[in-house]
């Protein structure tokens, strides 16, 4: 066999770390780096991921039918779905199908995406043929390249936030709220151009995830104030409290009653 030149050993190496996940970050905490949409190809399956891509970033806009509040997803699933401990789409992807409590069944990822539309969107699930749940599954699937299926990675989801030795509380969560979120948000959680609302009937339901305390707390923690994050873990823990303790659409689940239930 003959002995390869140097540039094709170079060729196959880049090859070979080109099959290789992408990670990036500091310390013991590497990240996924997902492809660009620059790389995506100039086909069906191409134009597919973009639609996602456009939905995540203007749900509203692009898949409207099904939403019924002011979010679009990227409200959540920051940098379009990629940013690292705001429940990025590149470490969901792999572990579906899983277990859910929440409805006591089997999920896979394009149910999770249905019941986003339900409660973090106040809107109506897809159907499971629907062109929009298509394309967000498939841009899930482009960011996840080179991703282990079945395995937990760092930046999965939210932080989960330690004990603190104190309850949560919605009176001194006032007080971060005003002197950290109310300049972006608004004093009334309105929102306000690009910045999503964090109470009032334009904002996520009772059903949803954010609705949890602790689920609020991590995400605040670990992004807000968005770019540059600096609450200590009480601080984080007061303002989701206070926030969820405001008015807000009905978990689905509940009917008429759910408007009567904190």
């Known amino acids: ?7 094709g ?6 090859a070979l770390l080109a099959l290789l996940p992408a990670v990036a970050g500091a310390g013991s905490a590497q990240y996924h780096v997902p492809p660009s949409l620059d790389a995506l190809p100039a086909d069906k399956f191409g134009g597919l991921v973009r639609l996602g891509y456009a939905i995540v ?10 939403v019924g509040n002011g979010l679009s997803c990227r409200n959540c699933h920051l940098d379009y779905g990629q940013k690292p401990n705001a429940a990025p789409f590149w470490a969901a992807w792999g572990v579906y199908p899983s277990w859910r409590a929440k409805n006591n069944r089997v999920n896979s990822f394009e149910l999770r995406v249905q019941e986003c539309f339900r409660y973090a969107l106040n809107g109506t699930p897809p159907a499971p043929a629907a062109l929009e749940l298509q ?16 395995q937990e990675l ?41 910045v999503p609302p964090v109470w009032g009937l334009r904002s996520f339901n009772k059903g949803a995830g954010m609705h949890n305390v602790q689920t ?16 200590a873990d009480q601080d984080a823990l007061d303002v989701a409290a206070y926030i969820n303790a405001q008015v807000r659409p009905a978990d689905p689940r509940k009917g008429w009653l759910g408007f009567f239930e904190p």
């Open 1 to 7: 066999m003959p002995i390869p030149r140097r540039r």
């Open 9 to 14: 050993c170079r060729a196959a190496l880049l």
């Open 57 to 66: 970033s203007d749900t509203p806009k692009y898949a409207g039918r099904y």
């Open 135 to 150: 394309a967000i599954s498939a841009y899930a699937y482009w960011l996840a390249q080179g991703v282990p299926v079945g």
């Open 154 to 194: 760092p930046g999965r989801g939210f932080p989960v936030i330690p004990k603190t030795g104190q309850d949560p509380s919605p009176d001194r969560g006032k007080q971060v709220y005003g002197r950290a979120c109310a300049s972006c948000h608004g004093t009334a959680g309105e929102g306000r151009d690009a």
């Open 216 to 231: 609020a707390a991590g995400f605040i923690k670990a992004n807000m104030p968005l770019g540059a994050p600096a609450l």
